[in-house]
């Protein structure tokens, strides 16, 4: 088991449901991160929290909201969403942004939009 | 042209087979390369970590580095069955994890 959990593991909303994906890190690790993982397509960074604050959006729509209440913890909130967001998302953390390290995943939370 | 290309496979091998998994990349700002593993319903796994060109061992695993062809190669010795699961190539311009790029990743099954 990694230090970085995630939860739900599994996910079915509803296109006009709100729901939130958590992650924690047991790790005391400064950076936490959100991946989207799709089939068939490369691991797409969403955003990147250093300190608990957002240092990078990567042109994510505004149906996915990022929140970092402290350095363990970060959450996405999820409104709206469209079929096309169903995919893997996954949490990382790391020792430090923007210098050598490596990143640690959870285990993702598989979200299916119907 | 995408930024990392990595063949998805699936690539299916008999039990103690040496296995070859590449990615080429088109961008000559890469320096950190890196190598996770996915196993399924799991998430990724650092699994060798190499800086600028040449070769580092691990174990059963070679990761090699070759900037002047902007291509990098993961190489398995004596393959295992628990070797099957998803290998993903990633690298970045300057080490932090935010510049992280990733190949589309290769499915491997190692067959007993």
């Known amino acids: 088991e990694t230090g970085v959990t995630q939860t739900p593991r599994h996910l079915v909303m509803g296109m006009t449901n709100k729901k939130s994906l958590k992650c924690e890190q047991h790790?005391?690790?400064?950076?936490m991160y959100w991946y989207k993982q799709s089939a068939k397509k490369p691991l797409e960074l969403m955003f990147v929290?250093?300190?608990?604050?957002?240092?990078e959006n990567n042109s994510v729509p505004s149906r996915f909201s990022p929140e970092c209440p402290n350095s363990s913890h970060l959450f996405l909130h999820l409104h709206t969403l469209q079929p096309e967001d169903s995919a893997l998302y996954l949490c990382?953390?790391?020792?430090?942004?923007?210098?050598?390290?490596?990143?640690?995943f959870g285990q993702g939370t598989r979200l299916t939009v119907v | 042209q995408k930024e990392v290309e990595q063949d998805p496979g699936p690539l299916s091998v008999p039990e103690g087979a040496i296995v070859s998994l590449n990615c080429t990349y088109s961008?000559?700002?890469?320096?950190?390369f890196m190598w996770y593993r996915q196993y399924s319903r799991k998430g990724p796994e650092l699994l060798m970590y190499?800086?600028?060109?040449g070769n580092k061992e691990d174990g059963r695993f070679t990761a090699q580095v070759d900037k002047s062809s902007k291509y990098i190669s993961l190489f398995i010795r004596d393959s295992q069955p628990s070797d099957s699961a998803t290998y993903l190539c990633?690298?970045?311009?300057?080490?932090?994890?935010?510049?992280?790029?990733f190949g589309k990743g290769t499915k491997l099954t190692v067959n007993p």
């Open positions: 190499t800086y600028s060109s």
């Open positions: 790790l005391g690790h400064n950076a």
């Open positions: 990382a953390s790391s020792p430090r942004p923007r210098e050598n390290s490596e990143a640690f």
């Open positions: 929290y250093s300190l608990e604050e957002r240092v």
């Open positions: 990633a690298m970045s311009p300057q080490g932090g994890s935010e510049k992280l790029v």
């Open positions: 961008n000559s700002a890469f320096q950190y």
